[in-house]
């Protein structure tokens, strides 16, 4: 049997009629960029993250490095986040010039430690301190960050929150969701997101209505009125194809996030059933409607030979990330070590993605689980 990790033709065979007919509308009209499309997704989206404002951008990287511009984040800056995430994240703090300050995870939820982040910025210097502008949580695999204590230090210290939830929208954290809580919300739209363009595209939520006025000009080369430019923007806008076939997808989000879920409660009683519960530390959800991006088990031993076994067995399976971002080469020089942050390295070593997409067979996952129990009988 074959088990992808995702497959998405599945998914397109239901709404390939309304994209058909929405796309089409669109080439009739030859108009791509922003426009009406991306308007209506944007107010569906701030709708549906419990934000004021969202703005469509290109990319998910690209609504990083928008929402850090628009916070005023710039060269010798210092941005606070997790080494245990997409490249993205550090790479958008380091494109407008700062510099990323990495703190560990919380090897429960993999997600960055608020204790870790107090224990940081006690350590700085105080000039590095006055040049600490900026959190940057990630809710990594669709799991919300622990954010009450993150909001807390945040506010104590002057700083802003920008959520990374590019894997996690609709995630849920005490009742409010992703990209509602901080700042702003960062969102992709990248294929293999729980909500998928047909290509890049990305959306930013925020509650002010004045960040929302200048992520606008940014967007657009910081021109307002056209062609008069107070601020150095750049190219960071939305087509119209991408909004709108994201807009019928939307419609279908909550149904799909409900099957990830009950893939990964199958999951755990599946593992239960034969005992392997607690040797592959199955996903803990804390206080939080996590969404599944990824179901993301932790093997102690021999992950790779798991992953190479199950790779025979044609189960799709990922690492996500074997390399953690402070040991990445092209941040040598920020000068961090390895053992720098254990529990980061540790999840790089020990954790694996199994397939959690919503159309995944129940036939599929008992042999995804019947596969793992003989690699460790
Ligand atoms: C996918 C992802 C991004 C980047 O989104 P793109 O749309 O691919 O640019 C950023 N951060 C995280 C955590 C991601 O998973």
């Not at 107010?43 to 628009?70: E, F, K, N």
């Not at 190479?308 to 990330?321: D, H, N, P, Q, R």
């Amino acid at each position: 049997m074959k088990v992808p990790l995702l497959d998405l033709k599945c998914q397109y065979q239901l709404i390939k009629q309304d994209i058909l007919r929405v796309t089409e509308e669109i080439y009739d009209s030859q108009y791509f960029i922003l426009g009406p499309h991306v308007e209506a997704l944007e107010q569906q989206m701030a709708r549906y993250c419990h934000a004021a404002h969202a703005l469509g951008v290109s990319s998910g990287t690209d609504a990083l490095i928008i929402a850090l511009m628009a916070s005023g984040i710039a060269a010798g800056d210092r941005v606070i986040t997790t080494p245990y995430t997409f490249f993205a994240t550090a790479g958008s703090i380091s494109r407008v010039g700062a510099h990323p300050c990495f703190v560990d995870i919380d090897p429960a939820t993999y997600n960055i430690s608020p204790e870790g982040i107090s224990a940081a910025i006690e350590r700085m210097s105080p000039s590095e301190r006055r040049r600490l502008k900026a959190i940057i949580p990630v809710h990594l695999y669709g799991q919300c960050a622990d954010m009450d204590p993150i909001l807390e230090i945040a506010r104590n210290n002057h700083l802003t929150v920008i959520e990374d939830a590019a894997q996690a929208i609709g995630a849920e954290y005490k009742g409010r969701r992703a990209g509602e809580m901080g700042d702003f919300g960062c969102f992709s739209f990248f294929p293999s997101k729980n909500l998928g363009a047909f290509g890049d595209g990305g959306m930013v939520t925020t509650s002010s209505k004045a960040f929302h006025d200048t992520l606008v000009m940014l967007r657009n080369h910081g021109s307002h009125p056209k062609y008069y430019h107070s601020l150095i923007g750049g190219n960071f806008r939305l087509d119209a194809l991408q909004a709108a076939i994201v807009s019928i997808k939307l419609k279908y989000l909550d149904q799909w996030t409900k099957m990830r879920q009950d893939h990964a409660a199958t999951y755990r009683s599946l593992f239960s059933q034969c005992g392997l519960e607690d040797r592959l530390m199955l996903p803990l959800e804390k206080e939080t409607r996590h969404t599944f991006n990824q179901y993301v088990i932790r093997v102690a031993e021999k992950r790779d030979e798991l992953r190479a076994f199950l790779l025979k067995s044609e189960i799709g399976t990922e690492v996500y990330y074997p390399v953690p971002l402070h040991l990445q080469k092209c941040f040598s020089f920020l000068n961090y070590r390895e053992r720098d942050f254990p529990e980061a390295e540790r999840a790089a070593a020990q954790t694996l993605a199994l397939p959690v997409f919503p159309e995944l067979t129940a036939a599929q996952q008992e042999y995804v689980v019947d596969r793992i129990k003989f690699f460790y009988a």
